[in-house]
């Protein structure tokens, strides 16, 4: 079959799956709603899989025209590149991975079939998203991922306990991506005022005839918006604050969003953009500096969480804000690397807090927990293995990648360099001190609890499995040079090979001395950061404590830098404030008021012409010869002695 067909099947099976559980689902099975909204993912992974194999060249696949002027034309397409293909592998192969945990976790749920409904859809938009061949394609996508999260993130918003936090939390998330979202409309209105089209190839082959760091003000307007966007979508400062609240939705969700779907759609777009974040240099210095100041904010914020789910939230924040310092230095096919290997290991830990939180009669403070090692030792030795991988623990997944992004700060100076490794060092510190209160220790909650805690069944486990054996080799996309000749940097090879519009760009290699210098500080900065929780943490069996205890740098952390308290004096308060003061006055005030003298002069006049309706029809004769004379005159005066 066409390369063209299979990538339609590719978008057709997980629109269909929704389709399917959202009408019918009610009356089916627990069992086979998680087989068709399984199937319906993993079919397109199988189907990507095989197109990623013979994919040699990009693929333009056209579908229809809306809109056809005679300078501008408004098309959905597909296109099919290395970029492309990769993320739909991601999209689908880990999104088949949290449907199967999914059928487990949310196992008796009343809402169980619109869930995969809503989860199908999710992968649908996503794909639309990393597909479409323009900007338009994947405007409809990103609006798509939006809609998909505020309905997951509030999924249980009839809760009689939280409902009403999970209701606040959607329409957090839900607003505050629009602000995002505005700047990708303004993006894609400013692109059409340039070049005339959305088209992704077009753009970039007009893009040719503009010398490189021309700082025009039409480019840096047209990155600053498409990173407005991305700052919404991917949870960097000032937009952040939504995400860790989005952690109000079911856990495969939270694992779901930010591992494989939505938080990613902003790296994508900066990535898909290259070819104009490239003529922009002063738009690359604001994503390499709000990217790393990100990283510090939410790994500092992190360290103090008590809440296991806000610990990952905050912690994919930072992750991000990396990911985002690799695009501001030119890296794009790294920031793709940490992309692919943060969705191994950072599923695997939410998905591992959701058997974490299902053991534990979905109890998330951790400050409840410890020893659950004995009790859960898959989970337990799979959420190391995702711990250790994040942190950068020498040659797993997350190790190569995050070393990748230090080699691009380490060419761009010390500064950079310095605070990168200040990040990487708080990762491994909040990290560890999640893990070993969570596994070490005596448990600290109730001893009903304790009493019932036992390992997730295998629909749960497995996947848990498999994301762990990704988490250890998936460095193995991306060796450096010198560990491996053949097949080294192999991720960057596909993608500036295969994907359109980032042939020329090429990640920054360092000398190899260097980089094996760096390398091997890393490794023993992180084992010493281990080395150091375990005594404090085991060793002198430290527990952490309640929120309502932490004082000076501590309740700064708990208290998340009081960005929320901020934003609500800055923005929610005075809209309050006008909308009970200001717009009563104006609405009651002065528009009332207009309204009635206007209503009253219409009755008057009203009143007073109807006297005119005599009934009498020489007196409508009248009139009407009076109006055929004034007309007459009218023209005599006009034409005959003004114009003349």
């Known amino acids: 079959m066409a390369t063209e067909s299979l990538i339609l099947l590719v978008l057709l099976f997980p629109l269909l799956g929704g389709i399917i559980n959202g009408i019918v689902g009610k009356n089916l099975s627990e ?10 993912v993993a079919i397109p992974f199988i189907i990507s899989f095989s197109i990623f194999l013979s994919l040699d060249k990009a693929i333009q696949i056209p579908l229809f025209t809306l809109i056809q002027m005679s300078k501008f034309s408004l098309n959905a397409g597909l296109q099919v590149d290395g970029l492309a293909i990769w993320m739909t592998m991601i999209i689908t192969g880990i999104g088949t ?4 945990f999914s059928m487990g976790y949310m196992k008796g749920d009343s809402g169980f079939h619109k869930f995969f409904a809503y989860l199908n859809l999710f992968v649908f938009s996503m794909l639309i998203l990393v597909l479409g061949s323009s900007f338009f394609m994947l405007f409809f996508g990103w609006e798509g991922v939006g809609i998909c999260s505020y309905l997951l993130i509030g999924f249980h918003y009839n809760d009689k306990e939280k409902g009403m936090l999970n209701t606040l939390a959607a329409r957090k998330a839900f607003v505050m991506n629009r602000i995002g979202d505005l700047g990708l409309l303004i993006a894609c209105f400013l692109l059409i005022g340039k070049f005339g089209s959305l088209e992704f190839t077009e753009i970039a082959i007009k893009m040719k005839t503009i010398p490189i760091g021309m700082d025009s003000l039409a480019i840096i307007s047209i990155t600053l918006c498409l990173f407005l966007a991305a700052t919404g979508k991917s949870a960097q400062i000032p937009l952040f604050t939504w995400l860790p609240d989005a952690m109000a939705g079911p856990t495969p969700v939270s694992a779901l969003i ?8 902003g790296i994508y777009l900066v990535v898909r953009s290259n070819f104009l974040f490239e003529l922009a240099p002063y738009t690359q210095h604001i994503i390499l500096y709000i990217g790393l100041a990100t990283s510090l904010v939410a790994a500092f914020i992190a360290m103090r969480q008590n809440d296991i789910k806000k610990v990952l939230a905050y912690s994919t924040v930072s992750q991000l804000g990396l990911m985002f ?6 890296s794009y096919s790294v920031a793709i690397f940490h992309v692919t290997t943060h969705a191994f290991f950072k599923a695997l830990l939410f998905l591992g807090s959701g058997s974490i939180i299902l053991a534990n009669h979905h109890e998330q403070n951790i400050t409840k927990m410890g020893g659950l090692k004995k009790y859960m030792p898959t989970t337990h030795m799979v959420f190391l293995i995702g711990t250790l991988a994040i942190a950068g623990f020498p040659f797993l997944s997350g190790f190569f990648s995050k070393d990748e992004i230090l080699a691009a700060g380490f060419g761009h100076g010390p500064i950079i360099f310095g ?5 990487a060092s708080l990762t491994a510190i909040y990290m560890f001190r999640m893990y070993f209160l969570v596994f070490f220790g005596e448990f600290r909650g109730d001893n009903h609890t304790r009493d019932h805690l036992h390992e997730s069944p295998a629909v749960m486990t497995i996947p848990l499995i498999v994301l762990a054996i990704l988490s250890i080799f998936g460095g193995a996309l991306n060796f450096p040079s010198f560990m491996i000749e053949s097949g080294s940097h192999w991720l960057d090879d596909f993608l500036s090979h295969s994907t359109f519009g980032l ?12 980089a094996v210098g760096i390398m091997i500080g890393t490794s023993l900065l992180t084992l010493t950061i281990i080395g150091i929780s375990y005594i404090i943490y085991v060793t002198k069996k430290k527990t952490t404590k309640e929120e309502s205890e932490f004082i000076g740098w501590e309740k700064l952390s708990t208290k998340k830098l009081y960005f929320d308290e901020l934003y609500h004096s800055l923005f929610v308060k005075p809209i309050e404030w006008k909308s009970l003061n200001v717009l009563p006055f104006i609405e009651n005030g002065i528009l009332y008021k207009i309204i009635s003298i206007l209503t009253a002069f219409v009755v008057s006049s009203g009143n007073q012409i109807r006297k005119i309706q005599s009934g009498i029809l020489s007196s409508y004769y009248f009139w009407m010869i009076i109006g055929i004379v004034g007309l007459i005159g009218y023209y005599l005066i006009y034409f005959k002695f003004w114009n003349s």
């Open 97 to 100: 991975l949290i449907h199967i």
């Open 258 to 265: 930010h591992a494989a779907t939505m938080v990613t759609a």
């Open 31 to 40: 069992s086979l709603i998680g087989i068709i909204g399984t199937a319906m």
């Open 325 to 330: 310092v690799a695009l501001g230095l030119g």
């Open 419 to 423: 605070l990168l490794i200040l990040s």
């Open 503 to 514: 042939s020329a760009v090429h990640p920054h290699h360092l000398d190899t001395t260097i």
